[in-house]
């Protein structure tokens, strides 16, 4: 199933609703988004999947016109089936399905995470890496032996993104904190925090309720956003290097919106460098969640002739990496 394929892809997990289109050659024809953001509070679901309700056929109508294309031009379709916000994921797939039928087009459903895995390599160069994903809701890291991904690490409790944004809603940074707490950070001195790796397993809870603490005692904000920071991502540092030594591998590739933090990238680099591996970084625009992942994983899956989703078909909200059998190189 080689050959010219134009996929235009759903990117609707959990704050951001996105249109992508992207070809097989990997090249990026279209990708708009919109993200819900806050100034004070979290993300509640259902707000969320009205937001992309409304914005979902503007999205469509201006990734059309920044690829130049139409609907007649598009062979395939990818939607990010899970694992995700329900109420998100939800919209997506109707919407996906929507398209699927009108113009009858066969529907690739993705994996959010291998999304964020496979754009990784196609736009660094990787070839066979440690996967350090680091997000909001997500806190792994993933070798693929053959077709099947593992997880050789996780979090036992709250994903690093999830801490980082909690701790910044609380002291008042707004959402999403990750830019806020790494500014911050810049201007603040280190205080020990808790720091909890079991094996090859983080925890984040101790040290994100120890941080509220001393934030509640009247501790300096730029002081413990210094602190969370290098202690989250030392922690994290050390199980990679780990998993580096286990895996036999000489490629280190963090990606998921975390990444896009430069203190942990420059971290990562440092490491990697001591064990002569090379460390990629996924390109900022494409740390976050968005279409053209799920685009290009949708490419790669039609060509190795992955079964199309039929309408019967749903939402696959807990659908874990290493339950995903990749059949593409």
């Not at 999205?59 to 007649?72: I, S, Y």
């Not at 990629?280 to 494409?286: E, F």
């Amino acid at each position: 199933m080689k050959g010219h394929i134009t996929c235009l892809a759903i990117e609707c997990t959990a704050h951001t609703f996105g249109i992508g289109i992207i070809n097989e050659k990997g090249h990026i024809l279209a990708d708009v988004r919109r993200q819900v953001t806050t100034e004070e509070g979290g993300l509640i679901p259902n707000a969320v999947a009205n937001h992309h309700e409304q914005v979902k056929e503007d999205v469509l109508k201006e990734a059309l016109q920044q690829a130049h294309l139409t609907m007649d031009d598009i062979m395939i379709i990818a939607i990010s089936q899970g694992p995700g916000l329900p109420p998100s994921l939800h919209v997506g797939m109707r919407y996906a399905q929507q398209l699927a039928k009108e113009f009858n087009k066969p529907l690739q459903g993705v994996n959010h995470i291998t999304g964020h895995l496979e754009i990784g390599r196609l736009l660094t160069g990787a070839k066979d890496p440690v996967y350090l994903f680091v997000s909001g809701a997500n806190t792994q890291i993933i070798s693929r032996e053959e077709n099947n991904f593992y997880v050789m690490g996780e979090t036992l409790d709250t994903a690093i993104g999830n801490t980082l944004d909690k701790f910044g809603r609380t002291v008042g940074l707004g959402f999403p904190a990750g830019p806020q707490i790494e500014q911050l950070a810049k201007k603040g001195n280190y205080i020990e925090l808790p720091y909890t790796v079991k094996g090859m397993d983080v925890s984040f809870s101790g040290i994100l309720t120890k941080a509220l603490r001393m934030h509640e005692q009247g501790t300096k904000t730029e002081d413990l956003c210094y602190s969370l920071q290098e202690t989250c991502f030392a922690m994290l540092i050390e199980v990679t290097e780990r998993a580096l030594a286990f895996a036999d591998k000489q490629e280190v590739l963090l990606i998921g919106g975390v990444a896009a933090n430069q203190r942990f990238a420059a971290m990562l680099e440092a490491m990697s460098k001591e064990r002569g591996a090379k460390a990629y970084a996924v390109p900022l625009k494409y740390a976050a969640d968005n279409p053209v992942m799920i685009g290009w994983v949708g490419i790669l899956q039609h060509q190795q002739g992955v079964k199309a989703l039929t309408p019967k078909d749903t939402i696959n909200p807990t659908w874990r990496i290493d339950q995903v059998t990749a059949t593409w190189d």
